[in-house]
């Protein structure tokens, strides 16, 4: 071993001291976060003209589909937790892309909605993120992407009501 190389470690399996035969790279959980690095690094690419974040673009989407909707609305449309749904809205209500008023029923309640700006770059931005997105599948083939999709639907689906 050379100095300052750290010496390699393999995790042991507590009931029998054996090395679990299991690498990251067919590690689902892993993978998934793998893919999200690469996604979110190519729609940084390719919306950086925006200065926006896939996360924000999924708020103005939602916001885009309903209208206006409440901040937990909202939070659970693109789910997230309120916290981070919270200050991601601050920071689009900031740049004049979302409005935020409290709810005339419900002053607890603070509803959302787009801004002319907001929706201008939704429409502005469109093409870049659907770039993105083909980008981060486009090792496959238009029916293997399909078949992708279908299958990360199917699982997210499948856990949805554990979140």
């Known amino acids: 071993m050379v100095e300052g ?4 470690t393999k995790a042991v399996d507590a009931v029998d001291g054996n090395v679990p035969d299991w ?8 993978l998934v976060r793998r893919l999200h690095q690469i996604h979110v690094s190519l729609f940084a690419e390719l919306c950086a003209d925006a200065k926006i974040t896939p996360l924000q673009f999924s708020l103005l989407s939602a916001l885009s ?14 789910a997230l937790d309120r916290t981070t ?4 809205l601050k920071r ?17 309640a603070q509803l959302c909605q787009l801004t002319t700006e907001g929706e201008r770059l939704l429409r502005a931005m ?3 993120a659907r770039r993105a997105h083909a980008e981060t599948i486009s090792p496959l083939s238009a029916k293997e992407q399909e078949q992708f999709v279908s299958f990360l639907k199917r699982i997210v689906a499948a856990h ?3 979140l």
């Open 23 to 30: 690498p990251l790279g067919e590690r689902p959980g892993f």
């Open 5 to 8: 190389e750290r010496p390699e």
């Open 160 to 162: 949805d009501s554990r």
């Open 65 to 78: 589909d309903c209208l206006v909707a409440d901040q937990s609305t909202l939070a659970s449309m693109i």
């Open 126 to 128: 469109e093409d870049a």
């Open 85 to 88: 749904t919270t200050g991601a």
């Open 92 to 108: 689009l209500e900031a740049r004049g892309l979302v409005r935020r008023a409290n709810s005339p029923t419900d002053r607890r």
